[in-house]
């Protein structure tokens, strides 16, 4: 389950994060990843002050989207690494680690995000190559928006071949570690959005003594 998600940042948190990476100081990817031969792009220093501001900022908006809760149902998320592609950069095709050392404990990644914050037509190529089938789905969205995937898929950074591409990467450990759970329960947030005001006292009654059984059973503490 692939879900976009348009204007995550507001018109003044992405002009806040592009600031920032602009003047930021970027470092070689692998530094991150030595073990990686198709990692060619750049990273914010882990030495920059700035970073965990800007990192926070993109985190709570991720915590206080009603999509994300009703289909990602956070129960950690760490703080993003901000990367860089220039002409000629890529990240090619790869699998992101089953588990992150975060702080204060390890994190299980179960979904991936990306968050854009350059505009899609600041530059050309750099469009996210998710494997999810037989076709590949390219993703590329405008500056502020998201995309969330599965961890386990196989995807990559298409070359950058003009101007430059601006990213958050950051990863969700679910509360509901099922992706078909998850997409059960997405399916039923959807449900209830569309049946709104036609829901009558019995009907809400009936709708919560699902959602709440369905917690029971799949919801990790």
Same mark, same amino acid.
């Given at each position: 389950?692939?879900?976009?998600?348009?204007?995550?940042?507001?018109?003044?948190?992405?002009?806040?994060?592009?600031?920032?990476?602009?003047?930021?100081?970027?470092?070689?990817?692998?530094?991150?990843?030595?073990?990686?031969?198709?990692?060619?792009?750049?990273?914010?220093?882990?030495?920059?002050?700035?970073?965990?501001?800007?990192?926070?900022?993109?985190?709570?908006?991720?915590?206080?989207?009603?999509?994300?809760?009703?289909?990602?149902?956070?129960?950690?998320?760490?703080?993003?690494?901000?990367?860089?592609?220039?002409?000629?950069?890529?990240?090619?095709?790869?699998?992101?680690?089953?588990?992150?050392?975060?702080?204060?404990?390890?994190? &299980?990644?179960? $979904? !991936?995000?990306?968050?854009? @914050?350059? %505009?899609?037509?600041?530059?050309?190529?750099? =469009?996210?190559?998710?494997?999810?089938?037989?076709?590949?789905?390219?993703?590329?969205?405008?500056?502020?928006?998201?995309?969330?995937?599965?961890?386990?898929?196989?995807?990559?950074?298409?070359?950058?071949?003009?101007?430059?591409?601006?990213?958050?990467?950051?990863?969700?450990?679910?509360?509901?570690?099922?992706?078909?759970? &998850?997409?059960? $329960? !997405?399916?039923?947030?959807? @449900?209830? %959005?569309?049946?709104?005001?036609?829901?009558? =006292?019995?009907?809400?009654?009936?709708?919560?003594?699902?959602?709440?059984?369905?917690?029971?059973?799949?919801?990790?503490?």
């Amino acid at each position: 389950m692939i879900t976009q998600i348009r204007a995550l940042l507001d018109d003044s948190q992405t002009r806040k994060a592009r600031a920032f990476v602009e003047k930021a100081e970027f470092v070689e990817g692998k530094a991150t990843n030595r073990g990686s031969n198709v990692k060619n792009n750049e990273q914010i220093s882990e030495n920059d002050s700035d970073q965990s501001d800007i990192g926070r900022m993109v985190v709570q908006a991720l915590l206080n989207n009603d999509d994300v809760l009703n289909t990602a149902f956070p129960r950690g998320i760490p703080g993003p690494t901000f990367s860089r592609y220039q002409p000629g950069m890529y990240y090619g095709l790869h699998m992101d680690e089953a588990i992150m050392n975060t702080k204060p404990k390890p994190l &299980r990644t179960d $979904l !991936s995000v990306t968050v854009f @914050l350059s %505009a899609a037509d600041e530059y050309d190529g750099g =469009e996210l190559e998710l494997w999810t089938g037989t076709d590949p789905q390219l993703v590329k969205l405008d500056a502020g928006d998201a995309v969330i995937y599965p961890t386990g898929l196989i995807h990559q950074v298409r070359p950058v071949t003009r101007g430059t591409r601006y990213a958050a990467v950051t990863w969700i450990q679910s509360q509901i570690p099922e992706l078909k759970h &998850r997409q059960i $329960l !997405s399916h039923y947030y959807h @449900l209830v %959005a569309r049946m709104g005001h036609k829901a009558d =006292e019995t009907d809400r009654l009936l709708m919560e003594s699902v959602r709440t059984g369905l917690y029971r059973m799949w919801m990790e503490l």
